[in-house]
């Protein structure tokens, strides 16, 4: 080999290995977008396709008030909720229902007494990606 293929080669390589650890780079959302979704207007479409059940789609209404979070939801059964936000980071935050009324919903307190942990994995001009209890949902904003 000459020095001028060596030379081409090890740029080459220089590319190739240049170009996969750049796409290996996290896109977190930085902590200015998490603060974004601290207060504000959402919805949550959830869908049970399992044939248990009477219900299809469910929606819930989310309104964000930084520690407060009431959720209402239409069917089946209209019912809202009221959690107590705890943030100990931007992208991330604890719901904690403050407001059981049924017995599942206590039995659910019950099994999770210190709340359900949430990551926030994308934020967009229309919606948010949630991680918890390591399903990822789309909540989307209305405001």
Known sequence: MTFNTIK??????????FLCSSACVSTKP????????????YVQYMYN???LGHWTKMTLHI??????QIV???????????????WPSPCKFNSLWINPKTDLDSASVK?????????????????????SRGQVDTIWKTN
């Open 49 to 51: 396709n399992s044939g």
């Open 8 to 17: 081409l080669v090890r740029k080459f390589i220089f590319i190739f290995l």
């Open 63 to 68: 309104d964000i008030r930084d520690s407060f």
């Open 111 to 131: 099994i999770y007494p210190k709340g359900t942990n949430y990551s926030i994995k994308k934020v967009t001009s229309k919606y948010i990606l949630v991680k």
């Open 30 to 41: 930085t902590p200015d977008v998490c603060n974004s979704f601290k207060s504000g207007k």
């Open 72 to 86: 209402t939801r239409e069917y089946p059964i209209r019912d809202t909720q009221i959690s107590r936000l705890k």
